[in-house]
């Protein structure tokens, strides 16, 4: 098979390509003008990388195309409407990206709390308070509330490092969850306002939908506790961004981690000037492991779609 990326990406991890035609930019991206001049004339596979978009433009110029492998867990970056126009499979990578994703929320949801970004950056402009017993306080996440709106794989394995931490879960979820699985977290399955008025800290691990476009607004924001604080490694269209840096402005919650942003890669200018904020840029999944995990979840779709097995295939559509 004829294969393209989108995108460079390690040659090593595609190594059981070998018996295809795979072909890669040697900068990091092939631009959209370079894909449509006639580079995917014969192409049957693309592989698509998360940060790119892969447009009706894009796919008309593939008269061939038979799948997209996306490398990447979201699927948001495709135009599904032209794929589904012209029967082209598209697959994700959603196991290599649990553990990474739900580690790093951990560690925004510990940074924030403790402070350990500003600490830092005060440390090395010699601003920091002097050492002392009532001096650089912050706020332990032992003993208290998670609530995780979106309780799927992600969620679960941010759920199950909270846990050994002391922390007690509430969940929201399109679905309850077996007894099993709740009993395994000590998880307890709440609508989403009393999870937002309950949870010290909120966390965002649920898939893009327009359904979740601006789940947490204004009035979200409001029904949280002054010292809570909202953590965010799905999506940032999930949060109206100018209602959270209002409502951080008004210390109407304690802090926000954020590892997406509503107008990725724009940052809002008032986020990057709050110490009470930790920003992240977008690199959840972003481990030298998981890549290499990814691309092996990239081929494992390639393969068998290529012996028509699509049943061991991570299919979205």
């Known amino acids: 098979m004829q294969i393209v990326s989108t995108t460079h990406l390690p040659p090593a991890g595609f190594r059981r390509l070998h018996e295809h035609t795979l072909c890669m930019p040697d900068e990091p991206y092939y631009t959209e003008a370079e894909l449509c001049d006639g580079r995917l004339r014969d192409t049957e596979v693309l592989i698509a ?50 553990e990474p994703t739900a580690e790093l929320a951990f560690a925004l949801m ?75 977290y000590g998880a307890e399955y709440v609508s989403l306002e009393h999870l937002l008025e309950a949870a010290d800290i909120v966390s965002l691990n649920l898939p893009f939908s327009p359904s979740t476009h601006h789940l947490i607004g204004a009035a979200e924001l409001a029904r949280m506790k002054q010292t809570a604080y909202l953590v965010n490694t799905a999506r940032g269209a999930h949060v109206d961004e100018q209602a959270l840096v209002q409502a951080l402005r008004d ?16 940052i809002a200018e008032e986020l990057l000037r709050m110490d009470n904020v930790v920003l992240s840029p977008h690199t959840g999944t972003g481990t030298m492991e998981g890549r290499i995990a990814m691309c092996e979840c990239v081929c494992d779709n390639i393969l068998y779609f290529a012996t028509n097995q699509s049943t061991k295939m991570n299919i979205v559509l």
């Open 49 to 98: 990388t998360f940060d790119y978009r892969v447009t009706r433009e894009i796919i008309h110029a593939a008269p061939h195309l038979r799948l997209i492998a996306n490398f990447g867990a979201g699927y948001n970056n495709i135009d599904l409407d032209a794929c589904r126009e012209r029967g082209i499979r598209v697959t994700n990578t959603p196991q290599p990206v649990i």
């Open 110 to 184: 510990l940074d924030v709390t403790r402070l350990t970004p500003l600490r830092d950056r005060q440390l090395r402009a010699g601003q920091a308070e002097p050492f002392g017993v009532m001096n650089n306080l912050s706020r332990s996440v032992y003993g208290k509330t998670l609530g995780i709106i979106g309780m799927g794989r992600i969620g679960q394995a941010l759920a199950r490092r909270a846990v050994a931490c002391g922390m007690h879960i509430l969940y929201h979820n399109r679905h309850r969850l077996s007894p099993e699985t709740e009993q395994l």
């Open 251 to 266: 210390k109407r919650i304690a802090g926000a981690a954020l590892d997406v942003y509503e107008h990725e890669p724009h």
